[in-house]
C-alpha cells in the first residue's frame, strides 16, 4: 500500500512539474501588449503624467501591458515619421488634425474615425469637427488650446498704482511705472525659441495684418512674409524693447525661471500659453492672476484682442490598433483610463487644459479661481498660431530671428526676408 501511495505522489509531482510551465505559458499568451506613442519626457509634466498613468492602468489591468515609447518636441515628429515608414505603427498614439501633429498620421492612412471608440463619459459635441466630415481621428485633451496668454499679477498692480492697459500708451505708461518700482512690465521664458512663435508672434499677427487667418493664407502662398504686415508684426518686437515694455533678457530666461520671477513679482505680466498658468505653478499667485490676450500693440490696425488657439492635441486609435480586436479593447480601456475625471481634473489643476470635454461636468469644491479665468478666454477674437502651419526651416529661421530681434542684432525686414527664402526652399 506504501509503494501504491508514493507511486500515486510521484505521479501527482511530475504531472504538476510538467503542467505548471504550461500554465504559467498560457497565462502569459493571455497577455495583450498594447503599443502607444507618447508625448513628453522625464523632465516635465506631460510626460511623468503619462508614465504615471500607464504605471497605474498596468497595476490596475495586469492582463494588459503597455509598451510605450516617450518622445519630445521635434524628436517626437522625426521618430513617427520614420517609425511609420517603416511600418512599425503604434495601436495608440499622441497627435493632433492640423499640420504640425496630424500630416504624418493622415499621410499614412493611420488616422480614422475614432467617435465609436470615445469613452461613454466624453462628449462628442464638444470635440471640434476638424475637417468637417464629421470624422473625429483621435481624443483631445480638451477644449482649444489657447496659446498666446497674458498673465497679470493683480495685486503687484494694485501695489504700485496701475491699471489694465487699454492702448499701447498705457503700456509703455505702465513700464515707466513698473521701472520706477524697480520691476518690469512683461516677459517670457525666450530662451525656448518656439516661444516666440507660438506664444508671442501668433496673436500680433492679426494685429498688424488684419487677419486672423494670415498664417494659413501664408503657408498657401496667398500671400507673403516679406509683406507690410508681417514685417509691421516683427516691428512690435524691437518697439516693445526700445519702449521697455518687454524685458530683453527674456531671451536668456529658461522656463523655471521665468515662471519663479513672475510668481515672485520681478515682472508684472507673462506671456505663455494657457497649460503654464495652473495653481501648481502659480501658487497662491493663482487666487488674484488675471488671465488676459496681449494688450494693444504698435501699429495694431484690427483684430483687437485676438488670442492665438489651436486644436488641443490628445491620443488617438491608429488603424493598425483597431484592426485586431482584442488590441483595440485594450486601447479603448486605456483611453478611457487616460481620460477619466480626475485624470481631467488634475489636468485643470495642473493647467494641462482649459475647457473640458466631459458630459455633465462639475468643477469640484475648491477648484482654484484661476481656472474659471481661463474659461473667459473664450471671448477673445481667436486666430490660428504659426507653427500649426508653418513647419521646417522656415519655422525655425522665424523662431530664432525673433531671438535676434529681441536681442538687437537684426531687424524685422531681413528676418521677413529670410523666413521667405526658407520658406521657398522647404
Wanted: overall charge negative; aromatic content about 10%; hydrophobic content about 40%.
Amino acid at each position: 500500500m506504501k509503494k501504491v501511495v508514493t507511486g500515486l505522489c510521484l505521479l501527482m509531482v511530475a504531472t504538476a512539474l510538467f503542467a505548471w510551465p504550461w500554465s504559467k505559458k498560457a497565462k502569459k499568451s493571455g497577455t495583450v501588449t498594447l503599443n502607444v506613442m507618447g508625448y513628453g519626457d522625464n523632465s516635465n509634466s506631460e510626460g511623468q503624467t503619462f508614465k504615471r498613468i500607464c504605471d497605474e492602468f498596468m497595476a490596475e489591468n495586469p492582463d494588459i501591458k503597455v509598451n510605450y515609447e516617450l518622445l519630445y518636441d521635434e524628436a517626437y515628429h522625426q521618430k513617427a515619421v520614420s517609425r511609420l515608414a517603416a511600418g512599425d505603427v503604434p495601436d495608440v498614439a499622441y497627435m493632433g488634425a492640423d499640420a504640425r501633429w496630424g500630416a504624418e498620421w493622415q499621410e499614412a492612412g493611420q488616422q480614422i474615425n475614432n467617435v465609436a471608440y470615445y469613452p461613454s463619459n466624453i462628449d462628442a459635441s464638444l470635440v471640434p469637427d476638424f475637417f468637417g466630415t464629421g470624422e473625429k481621428p483621435y481624443l483631445p485633451l480638451g477644449g482649444s488650446n489657447y496659446c498666446t496668454v497674458v498673465a497679470v499679477n493683480m495685486d503687484l498692480l494694485k501695489k504700485i498704482g496701475g491699471k489694465l492697459p487699454e492702448t499701447y500708451e498705457d503700456m509703455k505708461a505702465l513700464a515707466k511705472l513698473c521701472k520706477a518700482n524697480g520691476i518690469e512690465l512683461m516677459s517670457t521664458h525666450g530662451a525656448d525659441g518656439w516661444v516666440w512663435g507660438s506664444c508671442v508672434m501668433s496673436g500680433i499677427i492679426p494685429r498688424t495684418t488684419g487677419d486672423l487667418k494670415w498664417i494659413e493664407k501664408a503657408v498657401n502662398k496667398q500671400v507673403k512674409f516679406t509683406d507690410k504686415g508681417f514685417v509691421e508684426a516683427l516691428s512690435v518686437l524691437s518697439t516693445w524693447v526700445k519702449d521697455g515694455v518687454l524685458d530683453p533678457n527674456s531671451v536668456l530666461t529658461d522656463n523655471g525661471t521665468g515662471m519663479s520671477n513672475f510668481v515672485n513679482g520681478k515682472y508684472l505680466m507673462y506671456i505663455d500659453g494657457q497649460w503654464a498658468f495652473g495653481e501648481s505653478n502659480l501658487g497662491e499667485l493663482s487666487k488674484t492672476v488675471k488671465l488676459i490676450s496681449i494688450p494693444q500693440v504698435p501699429g495694431e490696425k484690427a483684430c483687437a484682442g485676438s488670442l492665438a488657439g489651436a486644436w488641443q492635441v490628445g491620443y488617438g486609435i491608429t488603424k493598425k490598433g483597431a484592426s485586431d480586436p482584442t488590441i483595440l479593447e485594450a486601447a479603448k480601456k486605456w483611453i478611457a483610463y487616460f481620460y477619466s475625471y480626475d485624470e481631467t481634473v488634475q489636468r485643470l489643476r495642473d493647467g494641462g487644459i482649459s475647457a473640458p470635454i466631459i458630459k455633465d461636468f462639475k468643477l469640484p469644491a475648491g477648484m482654484d479661481p484661476c481656472i474659471a479665468e481661463k474659461a473667459k478666454l473664450g471671448v477673445y477674437p481667436s486666430c490660428y498660431v504659426i507653427d500649426s502651419y508653418l513647419t521646417g526651416v522656415a519655422n525655425d529661421t522665424l523662431n530664432a530671428g525673433m531671438q535676434d530681434i529681441v536681442s538687437g542684432k537684426l531687424d524685422a525686414a531681413t528676418l521677413a526676408a529670410n523666413v521667405q527664402k526658407a520658406f521657398d526652399a522647404q
